[in-house]
């Protein structure tokens, strides 16, 4: 899969399916516009449901390098963008001691005593690549601005060097859990992609893609428990991670058909808060109303 | 199709959906690369570049519903064929109307909806508006009105024991919930389906901007709190589960070590050993953590009850992320109710067990706010103190009884900072029973709150020490 040449998106839809991963239609359409238009993508949605997993795909279908920046609070452009080592500046003075010092400044902020780190990697690498940009939501606001200028323009400023520009654009995905309102900035620059419970049929065939020697009447069943279950408000639904480990569960507990003692039993896999596991245990033992 | 989108996108910004210029720009880019026949692509197309928040899909949602709702299905799909094929040809059945021809078109419908046959249900759907909504061109008559009337006339209970008959029958407990589970889904999807089918027409009969226009609900964020329906509270929880997990955040942001503390000469010196003395990386002194302590006051009597059980989910919610968070629930009398939102508990449950449990209630079970924060003293001494932040939920209707500001005072001396938020519209306020005059004079600010937008403009000034206020002894 060319990204740069895709010309429907089902060839996206197809490509994907080469790495695995399942697309529904919209998923495939962001993802084809994005090539298109070359913007990165923003995927939200609730955790587990295949936000990273899209973008290794994406790199994994288009034969592509992954790139990937996990963000978090503290991160800063000495760790996301580049940093001058130093250690190696200092060897070189004390080497070069009794040069002129204009000289020796040119050398020492040069290319051999930059370190790139994740978004400067990705801008200079000589062949396309795949950039994710993990859980931007954990960024401080400040420091999302430092995301700006590379989504933006694919170029990053090192002032000792000037601009560096990206020699090919890299296909950006941004991941976040909505914990906090991302700047209008930020949002304004990506393509928008919403990624939530899949349908039935298509858990049903994410399990059977995901799950090696998994029954289709087994896969059916539990894609139907687990939308059931998400139908209760809890606290935590199981997301698409969650049944794929409870398929891998029953297939090895050897279950063919999971009954509600089997089911209950096993709750903890899909919930991972007490309460929720207890109230669904509760719900189930409970006759049909 | 320009003039088309600035429509839409006009549609947009009335139900709350922010589009800026350069967002409806990269919509009209991204069409050029769309085929504009595929619907779904011009609606992925539309909602990628111009929503950029989850909360507001379901705005964008019903507009594109209304403004493309024209488009024609794109060829290949059950929709095209379908609509090539007549409804009544694709159920063998034809005539003006009447009771046999009813029957026959819920039979359809029973059997389409059996086999999830997503063709012959929406083939029966359009017959049934047909025949049932009993639609007039130009009448202005809300969706609703039509909608009722379809689902009244295909009696949506009976198909469903139906379904559950054919298809539950002889199985166990666990497998008849499932079932009915699925059953209940597809009937929701058929009531989704009615709906939209009813608006295709509205809209063909009136043009997407009047059809808009009626339909328009307000974004959750505005929902009036005390008159929320179930649906709009069920939109509410969903939102406000991030809004505390924000406020936490953004409480827990304040406590980890900044660059603002003073210069920690030790640690400079010591640093500096690996530079040759030169103190080229300066170290700071770590300011004082501040610990957050929140005490919340809410009233849960009647008169505010949904009020209540959300002020009751914000405390949920705010406890599951701080641990110096104190709840206390009052009618006329007082309890403390912490307990009730530990970890892992469900917080329905939790609702129950204080309306069971906790001794609220110490006369009649009308709000006597004076009487509760008198309790409150007597009962609970220390637990507000100078590092502390009281927050009170509630409308101030004290029926009758006596305020006791000297109580609440005595409160907001003890604590940090003293808020009241309150559910009803301020014109209201002092107004019959409402004393909110007087409380307002002991409080450091009060505030109303009928929405999440007021709420989350609370929410930002709590958690930001710059704007909050520090009394300093009266």
Redesign the interface.
Known sequence: MDLNALTD?DEVIDGLMSASYLAD??IA??V??AG??E?P??T??PAGVGKTELARAVAAASGRRLIRLQCY?GLDESRALYEWNYRKQLLRLQADKGRDWAEVEADIFGEDFLLARPLLEAIRSPEPVVLLIDEVDRL?IETEALLLEVLGDFQVSIPELGTITAESLPFVVLTSN????LS?AL??R?????IGYPTMERERDILMARVPGLEVVLAERIA??V??IR?H?L?KPPSVSESIDWARTLLALGVAEP??ET?TGTLHVLLK????ID?MAS??A???? | MPRFLTGFVDELRQSGVPV?M??AI?AG??LE??DLGSR??VK??L???M????RH?AAFEAAFEIYFSLLPPPDGTVEAKLRVSSDLAALGMAGAGGEADLDALVEALFLALRDRDSGRIEAAIRRAVTMLAGMEPGRPVGGTYYMYRVLRGLGLEGLRDRLLEEM?AAT???D???????I??RLEDLRAEVRAEIRRRLVADRGPEQVARTLRRPPVEEVDLVTATREDL?AIEAVVH?LT??LA?RLA?QR?PGRQGRLDFRRTMRRSLSTGGVPADPRFRRPRPEKPEIVVLADISGSVATFARFTMQLVFAVQSQLRRVRSFAFIDGIDEVTGFFGP???F?DAMRRIGSEAAIVWMDGHSDYGHAFGAFIDRYQGVVGPRTTVIVAGDARTNYHDPNQEALGRIAADARALYWLNPEAKRYWDTGDSVMGVYSKVCDEVHEVRNLRQLSRFVEKVALPSTRPVRHSV
């Open positions: 998106p239609d919209h359409q962001v084809f516009l298109r238009l913007k993508i923003l939200e949605g609070e401080e909505a914990t906090r309102e209008e949002k304004r990506c393509l928008f992609l919403h139907r428990l939308a059931s139908g408000s606290r009954d509600g089911v808060h007490q309460g929720d109230r719900e189930l409970a006759p049909a109303s | 800026s350069v967002e990269d880019r991204a690369h769309v779904s692509m992925a197309a909602a990628a570049t929503v950029k928040n989850s899909l539950g166990g407990s666990f008849e919930r499932l079932v009915l589970d699925e209940d889904r069920a991030p997990r924000r955040t942001r980890r892992g508990s469900d329905g």
